[in-house]
């Protein structure tokens, strides 16, 4: 069986999350995820919409993903990789470069992003939408 894993903070989810889970799950027979804490949302600087508990809920209910774990610290992923003998590690194409430390335990793929939309762009549209009301 061939695994797969990637990581996000998968807020607000729309379809650019679902191209990149649907093209990682391509790749392989099983897709884990690995899903940013509420803590490590923090440290990257990040304030998700939803909760580390339903945007679990919610990844879980996408046909393309297994499993989500979560995500604590930049450091876990040569330990994610090893603990759950993952083949494949994927994540989209604006981390190019990022993850190449993987090389040595997994193949590693950049996957180009779906263009013109993203969690940020959504809640702009929403606030200025509201603004015009
Ligand atoms: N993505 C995409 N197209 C978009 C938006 C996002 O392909 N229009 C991809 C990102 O490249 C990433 C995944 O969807 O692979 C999740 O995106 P985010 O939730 O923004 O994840 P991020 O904050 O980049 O977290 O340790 C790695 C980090 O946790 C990555």
């Given at each position: 069986?061939?695994?797969?894993i990637?990581?996000?903070?998968?807020?607000?989810?729309?379809?650019?999350?679902?191209?990149?889970?649907?093209?990682?799950?391509?790749?392989?027979?099983?897709?884990?995820?690995?899903?940013?804490?509420?803590?490590?949302?923090?440290?990257?600087?990040?304030?998700?919409?939803?909760?580390?508990?339903?945007?679990?809920?919610?990844?879980?209910?996408?046909?393309?993903?297994?499993?989500?774990?979560?995500?604590?610290?930049?450091?876990?992923k040569i330990k994610d990789v090893v603990d759950n003998d993952i083949d494949?590690f994927?994540?989209?194409?604006?981390?190019?470069?990022?993850?190449?430390?993987l090389?040595?335990y997994c193949?590693?793929?950049?996957?180009?992003?779906?263009?013109?939309?993203?969690?940020?762009?959504?809640?702009?549209?929403?606030?200025?939408?509201?603004?015009?009301?």
């Open positions: 069986m061939k695994k797969v990637t990581y996000g903070t998968y807020d607000l989810l729309h379809v650019g999350h679902i191209n990149l889970l649907r093209r990682a799950r391509e790749l392989g027979d099983y897709l884990l995820v690995v899903l940013s804490s509420d803590e490590f949302n923090a440290i990257k600087h990040k304030t998700a919409y939803h909760s580390y508990e339903d945007r679990k809920i919610i990844l879980e209910s996408v046909r393309y993903v297994d499993k989500v774990i979560p995500e604590y610290t930049w450091d876990q494949i994927v994540m989209g194409d604006d981390w190019k470069g990022q993850f190449d430390f090389k040595e193949e590693v793929i950049y996957l180009p992003r779906t263009e013109g939309i993203s969690t940020t762009k959504i809640k702009e549209d929403l606030q200025l939408g509201m603004q015009n009301e």
